[in-house]
Every structure is written in structure tokens, then in C-alpha cells.
């Protein structure tokens, strides 16, 4: 059974920072590539970031780059990203995404980030 549990949201105040951690099971995670996507309320999900599946590549949405920064630990099954300087415009909810090739797509079920003072 595929999961990914998303950990590590809640709320922040403007300027500060939060880690999240995706915990895969069910799937060869080093086979696959991950990402993160927000949806923001009204909004479209959109990509975050992500990661290949070596770790060798990464890849940022433009207004991430420089305060957010995708990971991973293939040996514990967990991608991880790192979000600093935030502000009131990254408050959505942050869902990890697993691909590989058109075929296996797996998401989370979602983490609520809030950057409120």
C-alpha cells in the first residue's frame, strides 16, 4: 500500500521558518522522483519544488528560489523541505507528490501551512 504522510506544517509567524517531511512506504522510493505542491485557497496547485531521484538535480518555482530548499534521504524515505523567510503568500497546504513516468503518480494527503502574525 503506497503512502506518503506529509509532517510539519502549522503556523509561523511572517519571516520565520518550518521544516516538512514526507515519509514514503509501499514503493521503491529511490526509483522515484519528488516534489512539492501548495494549493493555496482558490488557487491552482502549483509546484514548489523538486528533487530528483538520486538528489542529484533539484528544480524551484521562481518565487522559491532562495528560501525554500527540497531533500532527501533515500535511505530513510523521506523528502524534506526546508522553507525560510516566509511570508503571508506561502500559506496553502503543501502536498508531497511521487513520480515515476507517466504511469506511477502518488500524492499525499496535504500539510497546513499558515504564515500569520
Known amino acids: 500500500q503506497v503512502q506518503l504522510v506529509e509532517s510539519g506544517g502549522g503556523l509561523v509567524q511572517p519571516g520565520g521558518s518550518l521544516r516538512l517531511s514526507c515519509a514514503a512506504s509501499?514503493?521503491?522510493?529511490?526509483?522515484?522522483?519528488m516534489s512539492w505542491y501548495r494549493q493555496a485557497p482558490g488557487k491552482e496547485r502549483e509546484l514548489v519544488a523538486s528533487i530528483t531521484s538520486t538528489g542529484s538535480s533539484t528544480n524551484y518555482a521562481d518565487s522559491m528560489k532562495g528560501r525554500f530548499t527540497i531533500s532527501r534521504d533515500n535511505a530513510k524515505n523521506t523528502v524534506y523541505l526546508q522553507m525560510n523567510s516566509l511570508n503571508a503568500e506561502d500559506t496553502a497546504v503543501y502536498y508531497c507528490?511521487?513520480?515515476?513516468?507517466?504511469?506511477?503518480?502518488?500524492w499525499g494527503q496535504g500539510t497546513q501551512v499558515t504564515v500569520s502574525s
Open positions: 507528490n511521487a513520480r515515476s513516468g507517466p504511469t506511477y503518480d502518488f
Open positions: 509501499g514503493f521503491t522510493f529511490s526509483y522515484y522522483a
